[in-house]
């Protein structure tokens, strides 16, 4: 389990380490290029929108734009949908790979411990309502939110339903005020 996890973590900052090296973290925080570059790619860039977004969400790099850049490139329906669609995927994702590298060895190595498992029963109760609050009032970014509740006994279903939902809204609102902005 430990090599697991160290690989993941290495993984991870691998990725990090490229995407910086080869330009993608400066292409994601530019807002302009990037949508001069999706638009470019004709529907094609639909498809690089959402791959870019669960990159963003799985690898941890910085994808505060991405809603407002999907809204410039493609209004604010479309954008907001290519955004929800790649953010939710991104999400389940990051659960999926926390559930499979670290919860059993969270288990392992906490599982008996009493606060731990007062965390657990905290979230077998209300875990739906704490991951509706977190969603819709982001405190921690999206991403680390994803992995930290992979931690927890909550479903891959019932996590990927609830983001999908409670992150849609910001998801729309940014596309559609960049999309009206723009134009």
């Known amino acids: 389990m430990v090599k697991k996890i160290a690989l993941f973590i290495l993984l991870l900052l691998l990725v990090i380490l490229m995407a910086y090296q080869f330009g993608l973290v400066d292409l994601l925080t530019d807002i302009t290029g990037l949508r001069t570059y999706l638009e470019s790619l004709g529907w094609w860039g639909y498809v690089i929108f ?4 669960i990159i963003v969400a799985v690898f941890l790099l910085p994808g505060q734009f991405l809603a407002i850049v999907g809204g410039l490139a493609y ?4 954008g907001g949908a290519l955004t ?4 939710s995927l991104g999400a389940s994702i990051s659960f999926i790979i926390g559930k499979y590298i670290a919860r059993a060895y969270i288990l392992e190595r906490f599982g008996n ?4 498992k007062k965390i657990e029963k905290g979230v077998k109760e209300n875990g739906i309502s704490f991951l509706v609050f977190t969603r819709l009032v982001p405190v921690f970014p999206f991403a680390i939110q994803s992995y930290a509740y992979a931690m927890t ?3 891959v279903k019932k996590f990927s339903l609830i983001s999908f939902l409670t992150m849609m809204p910001a998801s729309f609102i940014y596309a559609f005020m960049a999309s009206e902005i723009a134009s």
């Open 84 to 87: 929800i669609v790649g953010a």
């Open 75 to 78: 209004g604010g329906f479309i």
């Open 113 to 116: 411990d009493p606060t731990f």
């Open 50 to 53: 959402i791959l870019l977004s």
């Open 153 to 155: 006994p909550m479903g």
